[in-house]
């Protein structure tokens, strides 16, 4: 039997699992962070479409009836619960495909978890609109406005709660934290003020935060690739 054999890669080494323990928890630890960096969605179209949603829809509220019943633009009160809705609906699709995206590829109690969380959403969302739109009707406009925007946050920030819990992830946990201790502040200030605070610390934080994220997984790749080279680098030259 004869063949010619100088096609073969000369690189068959850099298969070889590295004989250095250190090399090889290294190898070890930037495969995991690669995983858990595919496996993780991308955080600023998870929060950029919630922040602007809330930027624009409690803003909108805090126009159409200010502090102290003050208006500053003369609009009826279904425009700005209609827009703040149809952006909460938006979003939350957008947040669903970027969700189905990453966690598509997983198989058992995690993608259940996921579907499970998305229907609690769902659902969630769908009962607050069936009580409160009968009981909002026998209330004057600002507290029906404060009704309708309190709960709906309220259960936005216990579902994120609930999301971190479940996962495990501290950061959504403490955004649901945030949300739910700026609701607080804000039924409490009242009508008019509820929706500034929503608006510029609910909203306004989840696009800075999106920022935040989205730099700090940059650093995290760019880290994880001068390892990467550093690693292969070393294993090279061995």
């Given amino acids: 039997m004869t063949g010619n054999f ?12 590295p ?14 962070a690669e995983a858990a960096r595919q496996l993780s969605p991308n955080l600023l179209w998870y929060y950029w479409p919630w922040g602007l949603a809330w930027l624009i829809g409690f803003g909108l509220l805090f126009l159409h009836l200010g502090p102290n019943g003050r208006v500053f633009v003369d609009m009826p009160l279904w425009l700005p619960l209609t827009t703040l809705f149809t952006l909460l609906i938006g979003a939350g699709i957008i947040s669903g ?5 990453t966690y598509g590829q997983i198989t058992g109690d995690s993608r259940r978890r ?10 969630g969302f769908s009962g607050v609109m069936a009580v409160l739109g009968p009981v ?22 216990a579902l994120h709660m609930a999301g971190g819990a479940i996962w495990l992830d501290r950061s959504l946990f403490r955004l649901g ?3 739910s201790v700026i609701n607080i502040v804000g039924v409490i200030a009242g009508p008019g003020w509820h929706a500034l605070v929503i608006s510029l ?30 690693t292969r680098s070393t294993r090279s030259n061995r």
Avoid: C, N
């Fill in 6 to 17: 100088d096609h073969e890669p000369a690189d068959d080494h850099d298969e070889l699992p």
């Fill in 177 to 179: 934290v945030w949300i």
């Fill in 136 to 157: 909002s009707e026998h209330l004057p406009e600002d507290l029906a406005g404060l009704l309708w925007a309190g709960v709906s946050v309220g259960l936005t920030g």
């Fill in 201 to 230: 610390a609910g909203g306004g934080g989840m696009l800075v935060a999106g920022v935040v994220f989205l730099l700090r997984d940059r650093a995290r790749g760019a880290t994880l690739a001068r390892s990467t080279r550093s």
């Fill in 114 to 123: 996921g579907k499970w969380y998305g229907l609690a959403w769902g659902l």
């Fill in 19 to 32: 004989a250095d323990p250190a090399a090889a928890l290294r190898l070890i630890a930037e495969q995991q």
């Fill in 97 to 101: 495909i970027t969700g189905a995206r």
